[in-house]
């Protein structure tokens, strides 16, 4: 065992959509203590090219373990899918690691699948192929992957419950066609479950990987304890976007009201605390 650490855990998202695997984190883990940062000044991720995706999540990653952070969680399916090895080869030696979330929703679903995954995400997660790679590497399950890039903003919107929403899941659901089981594979998706359920017939297993997710990583820890050793279960958010609507967004993806959200910015390749800015009108630098 390496030297013990006593630092917070990491998670890393795009956005609001991690808080959802934070929350089952936490649940998995109470006493540990937790950073988040989520880049919501430059979400959405899933439509951005791979290189953009990259240089967004080494400075996050860095700005994690600059607050402290032995471990990592990659909580985005997209960076997961997409950055995760970059990553882990740049910054995933000694006493730094990160992990991600393709692999452990890979084997929950090839756990409990009749044959036929299905999986739903963003363009860049499914044109990535990583998690039909995950799942042959395991089993010889067929693997169907359809984008559903309107189902994210809908979440955003608080319209969960909406009409507009039920109509959208049910064409994604019949567009990816007839599967087993379903994966919800963006963080934003967990709070459709009512409409995907819905949706979909009693005899398809509807997957959140997040549990799963925090079960690994606990038994992960275990195996691992110079990463992260038990604290007082403390969060601290972190954002790139405005940090009051960040707030007030969050809390529906976290189950529990975000008492403060500290503002980042990218200054010179790094993100940095500062002081939010809010610019009006034209702005010339």
Known sequence: MGRRLSGPIGVYDSGFGGLSVLRELRRTLPTHDFVYLGDS??????????????????????????????????????????????????????????????????????????????????????????????????????????????????????????EVARAAVRRYVHA??????????????????????GALGPEVTLLDPAPFVARRLADWLERHPGFATPGTGRLRALSTGDPERFAQLGERFLGEPLHEVEYVAEVDGRLVPTTRVVHVGQVVR
């Open 176 to 197: 990816l066609g007839a599967v087993d089981t379903l994966v919800l594979g963006c963080t934003h998706y967990p709070l459709l479950r009512q409409a995907f359920e």
């Open 41 to 162: 000044g430059r979400a959405p991720y899933g439509g951005r090219d791979v290189h953009t995706i990259l240089d967004m999540a080494e400075q996050c990653v860095e700005r994690l373990f600059h607050e402290g952070c032995a471990v990592v969680v990659v909580a985005c399916h997209t960076v997961s899918s997409v950055a995760l090895r970059h990553l882990q080869r740049r910054y995933g030696a000694g006493e730094r690691r990160v992990l991600g979330v393709t692999i452990p929703a890979a084997e929950c679903a090839v756990g409990v699948t009749r044959g036929h995954i299905g999986l739903l995400g963003t363009a860049r997660t499914v044109a990535s192929g990583t998690f039909a790679t995950e799942v042959h590497k395991l089993s010889g399950a067929r693997v169907t992957e359809l984008a559903a890039p309107l189902l994210a903003p809908i979440v955003e919107e608080g319209w969960e419950e909406t």
